[in-house]
């Protein structure tokens, strides 16, 4: 493989514009044989790098083309691997920022439109979202909408809630320890500023939400995970052949995390009765919360927010909480 531009695409790199027209071209030349390969990507990124001025159907073509390459032309399709979630860090990182807004647009569409992905990569794209917050560096921040650093927007917020619920995230529907995780952090460094009034919101359901949820099984919904429950209780139900016609469907009724060919009936009944002692908060559990919470010596009105949603939606909260607990009407 050659790393070398073709000749048309060298002359448009050389004149530091893309223009529509040069847009269409290159999709035209690109998927003459209806996909991107490995070359063709390394070229997408040289021009999108090299040219300072681009038209918006180049940046429609530039998401479109790669996560084509990424996402629908891999197998199985809409599985990121962790050599593609690192070639494409690879390519859009520099000193540990995406290098511009529309290879953070790519980064976002990537997960979206993917099944999964590597835990890394949907991590990466937060701290992205925390580095804008906390530093104001990356494409997230620019002179054009300034922003006063180590304060969360609404867009911000809107972000994280995307990033934390995409297809690809490994929590999806939960939020996992290393996202509650980051959100304590941006919390920590901005809990003093004006931030948007939706960040107190989003950051006390998130937390609650991983608190009070099981991360082993991650099922789209309690009435789901109820009506598969029934199902599964029928002394009448053909179990056998549930599976041998379904199984490529329980992904769909069961979550992220489903069961194999050789999955028993035991082994869901397991997972499905999981969900209703999630809600309960452990002592690792009030451990880990009651750590992040005093890691900054001071209760911000986000941290309020969360503990007064488990105060308020957790079936069985452990004692070693109960003086926290107090604090909150």
């Known amino acids: 493989m050659s790393n ?18 040069n847009a269409h071209d290159i999709r035209a030349k690109f998927y003459t044989d209806a996909k991107i390969d490995v070359e063709e990507a390394t070229w997408l990124f040289a ?4 040219c300072r001025k681009t038209d918006v159907f180049w940046e429609i073509l530039f998401v479109e083309a790669l996560t084509d390459f990424l996402v629908f032309q891999v197998q199985p399709e809409g ?3 962790e050599t593609s979630a690192q070639w494409l860090i690879g390519q ?3 000193a540990g920022a995406v290098k511009s807004i529309s290879e ?13 992905s590597p835990p890394f990569l949907v991590n990466y794209a937060l701290e992205q979202v925390k580095l804008a917050i906390t530093s104001g560096q990356g494409p997230l921040r620019n002179s054009k909408r300034p922003v006063p650093v180590r304060t969360v927007t609404a867009d911000d917020v809107g ?14 529907i939960n939020i996992n320890r290393s996202e509650a995780e980051i959100l304590f952090d941006i919390n920590d460094l901005t809990a003093a500023s004006e931030n948007d009034p939706a960040w ?5 359901n998130a937390i609650a939400n991983h608190m009070m949820a099981d991360e ?23 179990v056998g052949g549930f599976f041998s016609r379904m199984v490529s469907g329980l992904r769909g009724i069961l979550g992220v995390n489903t069961v194999s060919g050789r999955a028993t009936k035991a082994k869901l009944l397991k997972q499905v009765a999981a969900i209703g002692e999630s809600e309960n908060i452990t002592e690792a559990e009030a451990l880990w919360f009651m750590q992040r919470l005093n890691r900054d010596g001071q209760m911000s009105e986000a941290e309020y927010a969360a503990l007064s949603f488990l105060k308020r939606e957790s079936k069985d909260i452990h004692p070693s909480m109960l003086p926290l607990l107090q604090q909150v009407a």
């Open 4 to 21: 070398s531009l073709p000749d048309e695409l060298q002359a448009v790199l050389n004149s530091g514009i893309i223009t529509a027209a």
């Open 47 to 50: 021009l999108n790098d090299g």
């Open 79 to 81: 599985h990121v691997d």
């Open 92 to 94: 859009i990182d520099v």
């Open 104 to 116: 953070f647009e790519l980064l976002i569409n990537v997960l979206e439109k993917s099944e999964s």
């Open 159 to 172: 972000l994280l809630r995307q990033l934390m619920h995409a297809p690809a995230s490994s929590g999806s």
């Open 200 to 204: 107190v919101n989003f950051f006390g």
């Open 216 to 238: 082993a099984y991650l099922a789209p919904s309690r009435a789901e995970a109820l009506r598969v429950e029934k199902w599964l209780q029928d002394p009448k139900a053909d």
